[in-house]
């Protein structure tokens, strides 16, 4: 449990990350990490992760996808901003996305790492992917 001592606010957050993958449900995920963010010098670090394929080099310049990550980061910052939260964002490019968040929220020193997960169904279940499964652990 994070330590809340010196926080303005006992039920939030002093640097919060928030993962976001140009879903629909990023806004309402950037939202409830503004909520959850002490509005008294909290922190938002938005974070999108670009999974670059095996077969190609790790640093690999993938222009069109590289662009979007960009706009998606875009949309964190002007909805933080409208919670005149202060923001970061980052644009990571890794193998997998789940480390790549971890390592993200490690380094940063985040309080709390805040997901969307849209509802997905697999073989006629709900299917949680591979990122929070582990982000979880």
Not at 100 to 126: C, N, Q, S
């Amino acid at each position: 449990m994070a330590d809340r001592r010196g926080h303005s606010h006992p039920t939030t957050s002093h640097k919060v990350l928030v993962a976001v993958g140009g879903q629909d449900v990023d806004e309402e995920t950037v939202r409830l990490a503004c909520r959850m963010t002490d509005p008294q010098g909290g922190k938002i670090y938005g974070v999108h992760v670009i999974e670059v394929n095996r077969s190609l080099p790790l640093g690999a310049v993938l222009d069109d996808v590289v662009d979007r990550g960009e706009k998606i980061l875009d949309e964190v910052e002007k909805l933080a901003a409208a919670s005149q939260l202060q923001v970061e964002t980052e644009l990571v490019q890794a193998r997998d996305t789940g480390p790549a968040l971890v390592d993200e929220a490690v380094e940063w020193g985040a309080d709390l790492i805040v997901m969307g997960l849209p509802y997905k169904r697999r073989f006629g279940e709900f299917n949680l992917g591979k990122t929070v499964p582990y982000v979880l652990k």
